[in-house]
């Protein structure tokens, strides 16, 4: 079974705060993708990774980078939180097309 | 610009009866398509996927259909059951790899009810 973990399932922090997201797979896929899901704007692709050291943008890449220092670890940074960074982000990890999901992490910043 | 569409946000369908949920695409080199189903306070799981060379997928009371002329899938669930209430995600892909990302459209709320 696949298996994609995330650090957190629920995240309060306060504006400016540095925040960090981990995301740790364990079945060896080269791909790994950070997205955020807000009401109605369904799942929007942040960052993405083939393979390590490697780092692509996504479709909203803007306040967010990317680490990814060892194959099954991707991390999500947030530079200088903000309230309009408060959602839903979600983890996933493939090796052919099917991505695997994370729990998510419901981070609210205020 | 939407290169997935899922025009509906939301349906509601009585349990027992066929849920039908649509998705267009507008970008022809799209060969891959998923359909992923999402709980609250969940991350999303993998449900069924169709290759263009088929236009028809089934697994169980999932099946999928594949209408390349019209750019169309659609997602059917026979019968419907209270545990099939959460928002699905159509996905698509523009060649068989992971290294694309997948293209998502905004969702639609599946609500059965019993």
């Known amino acids: 079974d696949v298996k994609v973990t995330q650090s957190s399932r629920y995240l309060v922090k306060r504006t400016g705060e540095k925040v960090f997201l981990e995301c740790v797979q364990d079945m060896d896929h080269e791909n790994m993708f950070w997205y955020r899901q807000d009401p109605g704007l369904g799942l929007r692709l942040i960052y993405f990774s083939y393979d390590v050291k490697m780092k692509e943008k996504g479709d909203i890449p803007e306040g967010y980078s990317v680490s990814r220092e060892k194959k099954e670890r991707f991390s999500l940074i947030l530079e200088s939180a903000s309230t309009n960074q408060t959602s839903m982000y979600l983890c996933?990890?493939?090796?052919?097309?099917?991505?695997?999901f994370g729990p998510g992490t419901r981070l609210t910043v205020t | 610009d939407q290169q997935v569409k899922q025009n509906s946000p939301s349906l509601s369908v009585q349990e027992g009866r066929i849920s039908i949920l649509n998705c267009d695409y507008t970008?022809?080199?799209?060969?891959?398509f998923l359909w992923y189903k999402k709980y609250p306070a969940e991350g999303p799981t993998f449900l069924i996927s169709i290759s263009s060379i088929k236009d028809k997928n089934e697994d169980g009371r999932f099946t999928v259909f594949l209408n390349k002329s019209a750019k169309h899938l659609s997602l059917h669930i026979v019968p419907s059951q209270p545990g099939d209430s959460a928002v699905y995600f159509c996905?698509?892909?523009?060649?068989?790899?992971?290294?694309?990302?997948?293209?998502f459209g905004k969702g639609t709320r599946l609500s059965v009810i019993a």
């Open positions: 996933a990890s493939s090796k052919g097309v099917v991505q695997y």
């Open positions: 996905a698509a892909s523009p060649i068989n790899s992971g290294n694309t990302p997948l293209v």
């Open positions: 970008n022809s080199m799209f060969d891959y």
